[in-house]
């Protein structure tokens, strides 16, 4: 059997999955702390046709390890255009690293930092989830002008002068292929521990997606086109065997 099938095949079946990462990406263009994913290529898992053939893999499974597919996606870290909003409370991060926060499901992690006071004083997600200090501890800021410093020092003026009452956590991972995505813009470490980030907090602005509407727009078009040319090529192939199969092997 020809290998241009294999060919054609595995490429249709990378390009149909990387026409959903791409339209994942431009769909969250807007998305405040977005980070758009990117496709890397494997060869194809065969199953156990490695071992049909005393000798190694089967003819079938060189063929069909000789191309690639795509083998899943990984994070781009790369920043995004900072935005400013003149709100105290929103924060950005100007370099690697994330804020943490609590919910429900455990620590998350999030470029996202429009952040707003609760009624009882905490530092909190539009969700209303505790954003963690340098220890993963809550914060919580008293009534009065605040301020960030680059590094996350907090400090509110009062009637009675400044005072410093936290430090929001800034956090990296030695590893960054340990996060995964969940929803649009937090992520999960599935439970390893973070180290110290090295990004400066911006007072005052938020991070918008480093994806942009134009470049992700482009992305999409591509794979489209390149689906589409693999799905034309699988059916020359197949065109190809019907006739083989009606007309030369009645020959035989």
């Known amino acids: 059997?020809?290998?241009?099938?294999?060919?054609?095949?595995?490429?249709?079946l990378a390009r149909t999955q990387a026409l959903d990462t791409?339209?994942?990406?431009?769909?969250?263009?807007g998305t405040t702390g977005f980070r758009a994913q990117r496709d890397y290529f494997s060869g194809v898992l065969t199953g156990g046709m490695d071992q049909e053939s005393s000798a190694g893999a089967s003819q079938v499974g060189q063929s069909v390890n000789d191309?690639?597919?795509?083998?899943?996606?990984?994070?781009?870290?790369?920043?995004?255009?900072?935005?400013?909003?003149?709100?105290?409370?929103?924060?950005?991060?100007?370099?690697?690293?994330?804020?943490?926060?609590?919910?429900?499901?455990?620590?998350?992690?999030?470029?996202?930092?429009?952040?707003?006071?609760?009624?009882?004083?905490?530092?909190?997600?539009?969700?209303?989830?505790?954003?963690?200090?340098?220890?993963?501890?809550?914060?919580?800021?008293?009534?009065?002008?605040v301020h960030v410093g680059p590094d996350g020092s907090i400090s509110v003026t009062t009637q009675n002068g400044n005072a410093i009452v936290g430090q929001v956590g800034v956090f990296d991972f030695s590893d960054r292929s340990v996060l995964e995505a969940e929803g649009?813009?937090?992520?999960?470490?599935?439970?390893?521990?973070?180290?110290?980030?090295?990004?400066?907090?911006?007072?005052?602005?938020?991070?918008?997606s480093n994806e942009d509407a134009i470049h992700?727009?482009?992305?999409?078009?591509?794979?489209?086109?390149?689906?589409?040319?693999?799905?034309?090529?699988?059916?020359?192939?197949?065109?190809s065997f019907d006739k083989v199969a009606a007309e030369d092997l009645p020959r035989v």
């Not at 059997?1 to 249709?12: E, N, P, W």
């Not at 649009?184 to 918008?208: D, H, W, Y």
Request: glycine residues 14%; negative net charge.
């Open 67 to 145: 191309f690639g597919v795509l083998g899943g996606n990984l994070l781009d870290m790369g920043q995004g255009e900072l935005t400013a909003t003149g709100d105290p409370l929103d924060f950005a991060l100007q370099g690697q690293g994330f804020f943490a926060i609590q919910t429900a499901n455990g620590i998350r992690y999030t470029r996202d930092g429009s952040f707003r006071r609760s009624a009882a004083g905490l530092l909190e997600t539009s969700a209303g989830e505790p954003v963690l200090d340098v220890n993963q501890q809550s914060i919580t800021i008293p009534s009065g002008a």
């Open 1 to 12: 059997m020809d290998s241009g099938l294999y060919a054609a095949y595995t490429g249709l």
């Open 216 to 239: 992700g727009t482009m992305q999409l078009v591509l794979v489209q086109r390149q689906a589409e040319m693999m799905q034309k090529a699988l059916s020359v192939f197949d065109t």
């Open 184 to 208: 649009t813009n937090r992520f999960s470490a599935g439970g390893v521990k973070p180290v110290a980030g090295a990004a400066t907090l911006v007072q005052g602005s938020v991070e918008g």
């Open 22 to 29: 791409a339209a994942n990406n431009l769909a969250n263009a």
